[in-house]
Structure formats: C-alpha cells, structure tokens
DNA sequence: TTGTAGGCGTTATCAG
DNA sequence: CTGATAACGCCTACAA
C-alpha cells in the first residue's frame, strides 16, 4: 500500500479546501458541479478512501450496528484443526446422514434479517461472537464501535450488558427476563407451542406426550415448556414437572438426548416427543430411525424454529416456524428507533408464528387449511 | 443515555492522567496494581466504553477485517414485506417441501469462517451487502472502516475492487481471473468435479450426461464446468460445448431449470444430470421428484458445496463437500499476513475437496473407502 | 459556493 | 510508573 492519502491530500492537489472535499461525499449537491468534477478525478487519481474512523470521531456516530450472538463450536477444536494439508481431492462413500456442521441457521437467518433492515437504513453491521477468555473484550470492543447493539439470548452476560447499555441502545432478540430493562424482540413462542400441542392432542389423539427442553437458562426454551405443560393442563392431560431431557440446541446434542432415552426405555409408553427446537429434534429423530423406531407410527416428534433442514428432513419436521429473518430485521428497527427516542419506556415485541403440520406428528387429512 | 463519558472524565475522577487510563486499557501491566484499582471503580461507576473511532483514528488501525458478499434476495421484496400483522399464531398443514428461504448456506458457513479466524486474532468482523443504487456507498464505507477485506466472487465491480485495494489489503474467495492481482482463496473446484464425474462415468456407468451450469459471470461455476469436460473428453465421452442450463445457484432457480429441462424434453434419453450447486441440484430435484421421474434410478443427479440440506434431502445428495468454514478462515488469515508482509506476490491457495458419495448418483457397493 | 478553525476521544512519544 | 502533549482524519458551524 502506498501511503494512504486524506482530504489534505485530495484538497491540496484539486486546489480546494478539505471543507469542499468533505462536502463532495456528504453533500455533493452543494459542490460546484465543475468543482465536483475536479474532486473526482483526484479521488480516483490517489485511490482516496474516507475514513471511517475519522468520520466516525467527528460525526459521533459510526453508522454500525453491532450483532451479538452466541457459539456452540468449540474453541479449543478450532484452534486445533489444521487450516491445510490433505490430498487435493478425497473421495468417499458418505453413508452417514448426520453430520453436524456446527452451523446454526437459526442464527445465521436471524443475522441475515438485521444485515437487511442495516442496510435499508444506510448502515453496516458488525458481528461479534464472545467465546473464550476474551469475551469481555470482545463485547466491549463491539459496544466502543458501533452506534446501537442487537443481542442474542445469552450472548452477554448481564453485568456486561448493563454496562454496555448505559452508552447505546441494546436489543435483545428473546423474551424479556424478570426485570430485564431492554427493549426485546421475540417470537410468539408461547402461543405456538400451545397450538402445536393442541394439534397432537386434539387432531392425532396423542396423550402422552414429554418436552424435551433446551438449555437451562434460554428463556425461549422456558417459554416453549410452559407453553407445553399449558396445553397439556387445559386437555387435562399429566403434566410433567420438567422437561423429560435437556440439551444443548445442537443437532449432537439431540442425538445424545435420543441415545440416552432409548438406552433407559424412556420413550416405550410415550405417543409423542416435543423437542425444543429443530436441531435437536432432528438429532433425537437421527438416533430413533437408526433404531428402527418409526416416526410417526410409533412415536411423534416435533420440533421448533422451522430451519430449511426440518423442511428436507425424513420424515418431514412438523415444527413451529419463526420469521427469523424478521426477528433481525425488527430488532434493528428497534435499535435506530431508540436512538432517536432514547427516553421512552422498553417494549417488548412479540412476532407471530406459524405452525407447520408436515409428517412427523402423523397425516393430516385435511385438519387445518 | 447519559452524556457519554471520556477518558478525561474517568481520568479526573481517578485522580490520574488520561494517559493512564489509556494504559489501564492497553496495558494494564503497566499501571500499578492500586492504581488500576482506582481507575476500574470509576469505569465501572461512569459505565464508561473506549470509542473505537478515537482509537482507530489514533492508532491507525480498526481491528475489523470487512467481509463483502453478494445477495440474492429481491430488493423490492424486503421493502414491500410487512414486518408485522397477521394473527399471533397460524397453523397450516405444510405439505410441500419445496420452500426457498432464500438464505445462502454457503455464504453464511464462510462468514461463519471468517469470524472464527478473525476472533483468534482479536479482530471483528464487519458484513456488508452491496445491493441496490447505493452499492458503491456500501463498499467504500466498509472499506474505510476496516484494516483489510474479504470478499466473495461477483460481490463488488472490478472498478470499485481495484479501488480500494490500493488502500488495503482484499482477499477474493473464488477463483482467480484472467491478470487478477488479488489474493485468492479457493477450493479444489477442478479436482473435484473431475473425480466425481469420473465416479459418474467409471462406476456407474454413466455415459449421457449433461451440466446445469451457474451464474455467466461465476469464475466457480465455470471452474466446474471445466472439471466436467475434462472428465468427459479423457472418458472419450461426447463434450458437450456449453451447459444445458444455467442458473442462479439458488433453488428456485434449479427448480425453475427442471422444469424446463422436463418440458423441453431434454432429459428423455440422459443418464445424469450434473450441477454447478447443491441448491440448484436440489431445486432440480424437487421437479423431477414431482414430475415422477426416479433419481437415481432414471436419472443421476449431483450437486457441489455440501450443504447440509443436500444431506437429509431425499434421495440424499452426492455431491463435492467444499470447505466453507476453512474458505473463510484461510481468507481473513490471508489478509492478516499481507497486513504484515504488504509487498509480496499475490498468491491463491486451493483448498481440497471431498467428493462425497450418496444416494442420488446410484447405489455404492463398496466402490471406495 | 467555498474557506477557516475548533473540536471529536484516543494513542504514543518523551520527559520526569 | 505517570503526566504532558502532539498527532490522527474528518465534520461542521460560521464567515466570506
């Protein structure tokens, strides 16, 4: 690189003043059209690229919103694996249909959904994992550069995050916690986790039915289970006390959890089992057909998210789909709102769903439109 | 919020100079322990948060590697869907599997990629989509608030690339072009698609096969397409000149392919049907799944990239795994060397492949390992 | 329409 | 170990 020019430079060889430079980018129309022109061929002449640190310092705002999410990869596995080596092409019979990437799409669209509403409003958006040692600097990295935040559940740890939020607008994509003071931007989790159990119990004549829960501290998880043990209460079913397995929202995890149930005969007087999410119910669904129970004849399983992989799954993923693209855009939304009304009360979003009946609950005659 | 705090607010507080409260940030190792004591209190007590634009401005680097990529979702489309209405909860029976979300599983593991390298050099990463009139904007602003560039083939003109990269350093994921200066990160696509033609050709016999060819302007895609024709001509195979089809690389495309393919009568006397992309594979796919045609029993069908739906579709997809999340790590370590090592020869490194066999080409006795 | 000048909040160098 | 004090590159009244 040479050395990078700044409006001293584009001012002094186009014989203007860094005002005029400055105002050719942010308010061309109130250049001079013949001075314009001269700008322009400067700009391009030296390969001048504003800056944004610079503009940044001067405007007070970075035009960044920063993204927060959480990783389940694991740290240490990455550090280990080897960015090279290996044949050039390797061959093989792939006859193993569960792999787990490791990616998670829930996050992935969601992510996809604040780029977008970014976008729309003319800004970038900055994303930041906090994993390792580190994770406090990384968050606080995050916050010292961007304009407002948009926070996964569980992504930052509370002192944190209380402290970020005293400088920026904070939004935190998940159901509200007890006294929690941030704007929050959800899905309708509660409502759909009824609708789905109703539609076991009432239209497929399931009666036993267990959870299987997500992490211990997801509120989303939470919410999924209460909406659960409700439906159930209101049919007059059994109502379980907690969820019959927890995992890790992991595809491994699921597959671990359906292992483990099969190994202890948890599953041989049950009708059905309702997972927390997709990931896992595909894992739990992954170990059940391997052995050799059939889903739905034998057990329902459903599932919760709708990510395009319980869409091609075998059997097809009956599951509650969240507009997770929506979830980002809206809390974006939220987040550019706020910092032009700072003052006003924390309001919590709640985004409807949609409860897709596909095949692993059973066939559907015609039981909904 | 409150009027932000700066370094001289806590300094004054602390009773120490804005100097050290720079260190405490820094280098903490280098304030006394009773010090930095003091100086923590009054951070904690002013929710205090370094602004990265003061410091990248005065330190000349942003610790953000930027991370450029195309989008295939319809600009319009997002400015006309409502981000909100409709009932809390819908619930409707799901019975076609064909959804396209328009989500790119590639793009994200990349992505994915770059921020796991960028993290373990305590860097973040900045996203940003160049769509729309103000394309331009939105690459020249990223740039000027990075230290250096990763971008995917066909995300930015070459203009513009050439542009910036004066200024810092930009690594291309995808394939060099013809006198292209840039770095380059990409996979074995040439190696790959020869070894999975010559699986097509050598064990299962395959003779009439045709390629459903990507975007013009994809140098992958082309890369690919090579690949095949070099298989087929070493086989002694009819070459064919150009693609039978081309399209977008995503599913709905594909299944807008196979729809024409079917009704143009194209496929009526073919073995297999080859294509540049996993999602325009399984696009295809989902046409001849609905128009009766059995894969692989009539028809073989193969895809490139190894996402994770071409894993539970069915039948479940042979394709070449690329690896995603390595493209992206590789490229943002890429860009970290050359922030060092400015002067040295562009390289390109190609990472390796994995030709996975599955069910859409045919059964596998025990052809490989 | 254009120029002048005073910040913006850090880092880094150099004394002490 | 700590404190002054220049940069750093741009924005934005205010003046001309």
Redesign the interface.
Known sequence: ??K?PTVYDVAEMAGVSIATVSRYFRNPAAVRETTRERVREVV?EL?Y?????????AARR???IGVCFPSF?DVAQ??A?R?????????????D?H?D?G?D?YI??VV?GT??EA??H?F??????P??A?AH??V???????DGLVTLARAIDADQLA??A????VVVVAGPREGDVYDHVTA?NH??M??LTD?LIDDHRLTRLEFVGGPEDSPDAQTRFEGFTEAMLLAGLGVPERPIARCDFTRAGGRETGRRLLAEGLLDDLDGLVCANDQSA?GVLDELTAAGVRVPQDLAVTGFDGI??S????P?LTTVRQPM??LG??AV?QVLHRLNE?MTEPTT??????????DSCGP?A????
């Open positions: 690189m040479e990078t391009r390969g690229v504003p800056s944004g640190s610079a503009r940044g310092l970075t035009g960044t990869d990455i550090d694996r960015l090279e080596g290996g044949p050039p092409v390797q061959v093989r019979v792939d006859a249909a792999v990437t990616s799409l992935a669209e996809r780029e977008i976008w729309r003319g970038a958006v900055m994303i930041a994992v994993r390792g580190a600097n990384v606080e990295g995050l916050a010292g550069r961007v402290h970020i005293r400088r920026l607008p309708n409502g759909g009824v609708a539609h595909l395009e992989a869409n091609v799954a075998t097809r693209v929506e855009r809206l939304a700072p979003r709640v985004l409807p769903v949609e409860v897709l009946l596909r559907h015609g039981d909904v439109a």
